[in-house]
């Protein structure tokens, strides 16, 4: 089923500014609006946006005045899609999309099948039927590896079968100006015939990325009683037990779990980082440094390296937002669970925006090559 939302423009939220002309995208899985926020700062005109999760979709239309739907993208008709968005096969300039990865993350635990998986063949299909004449799709590295080679391979025959030359990049969201290391794998495509996409280049080196120092700088302390902080209602402490509260002061700025005494470990750590992996769970951010990758839980350190560098607590919502670049007047819906995972699943917008100022350069430097007719025999 796909139910339309309503503009953000009707509700109060703010409104785009799209010059008239503008190339037009279409933004699927768009979750809160990672994705969107990118493509709207490099000039798109967006004509759609679809997901399943009501609450991120929220979260969209607070922030967004373009067309937003609720909709499986499984049992969605592209075709129906493109005429409610007032689109043409081959007329659509770009479409985008981070299908659910944690089917393919290296940190899952269990069998390779997940029921998320087939989401990126759906992603194909819209592509091969939309016809776009560039899309870009973003998705964990673990996609390339043990997990994911299967799947890639039908999504790389089936998008070559529709008529598109494909390349991809490892991209880290640090090289771009987001303070923290983020390494994903983008899939870009082009009609075959055009010139190749050109990946942005890379605008931070390692000795320059921006530090979760520098993301925090001029955010006061949360309120001790953990209310939000008057001026934000994402700047509130998390509660931690007397136990965790006792580990966090005892973890070091950049540390993690190992550096806790026996005593004082979870029973399962005791054998050791080495062997268990995931070795900065019960982890602290290191102040001069980017943070590490943010993910759904980032609202507890007992998840990850989620621990505030100077002070001992668990970072709050909005320092989790700035660590993924979201800026401050970004309207965030939901329950603190809810939010943490719209933040920590989105596209980076300085990443988006990247990707999608690079998309816009190359479709207004091309133009769509028709194929020679055939002549009849």
Not at 182 to 194: P, Y
Request: aromatic share 8%; glycine share 10%; net charge positive.
């Amino acid at each position: 089923m796909l139910l339309p939302t309503s503009a953000a423009g009707a509700s109060g939220g703010p409104s785009e500014h799209v010059h008239e002309g503008a190339l037009t995208a279409m933004d699927l899985f768009c979750g809160a609006g990672g994705f969107s926020k990118g493509l709207i700062d490099a000039g798109f005109k967006v004509a759609a946006a679809v997901d399943n999760w009501p609450v991120a979709l929220a979260t969209h239309r607070a922030n967004f005045n373009h067309a937003v739907y609720e909709a499986d993208i499984a049992k969605l008709s592209a075709v129906k899609l493109a005429k409610l968005a007032n689109v043409t096969k081959g007329g659509l300039d770009l479409l985008v999309g981070g299908p659910p990865c944690q089917g393919f993350s290296v940190q899952r635990i269990g069998e390779d099948a997940d029921h998320r998986n087939h989401l990126v063949l759906e992603y194909a299909r819209f592509v091969a039927e939309l016809q776009p004449r560039l899309f870009l799709m973003e998705n964990v590295p673990g996609l390339l590896g043990k997990r994911g080679h299967v799947l890639i391979e039908a999504f790389l025959k089936k998008l070559a079968r529709a008529g598109y030359t494909m390349d991809h990049r490892i991209i880290n969201a640090a090289e771009y100006g987001v303070p923290q290391v983020r390494k994903r794998v983008v899939f870009a495509g082009w009609l075959k015939g055009q010139p190749a996409y050109n990946f942005p280049s890379v605008l931070f080196e390692r000795s320059s990325f921006r530090s979760v120092a520098e993301a925090f700088a001029g955010l006061p302390e949360p309120p001790l009683d953990l209310t939000p902080h008057p001026n934000d209602r994402l700047h509130r402490r998390t509660k931690l037990s007397p136990l965790n509260q006792r580990r966090i002061e005892a973890i070091p700025p950049g540390g993690g779990m190992q550096d806790l005494p026996d005593s004082m470990k979870v029973a399962c750590h005791l054998v050791g980082a080495d062997k268990i992996g995931h070795r900065y769970v019960y982890g602290r951010l290191a102040p001069d440094a980017p943070a590490s990758t943010i993910t759904a839980r980032f609202d507890s350190f007992t998840r990850g390296k989620f621990g505030h560098p100077t002070v001992p607590r668990n970072i709050t919502l909005r320092e989790g937002a700035r660590l993924q670049s979201f800026p401050d007047d970004f309207s965030f819906q939901g329950t603190q669970e809810e939010v943490a995972a719209q933040i920590g699943n989105a596209v980076p917008p300085l990443v988006s925006k990247m990707l999608a100022t690079a998309a816009y350069d190359y479709l207004q430097a091309t133009a769509v090559i028709k194929a020679p007719r055939k002549r009849n025999a």
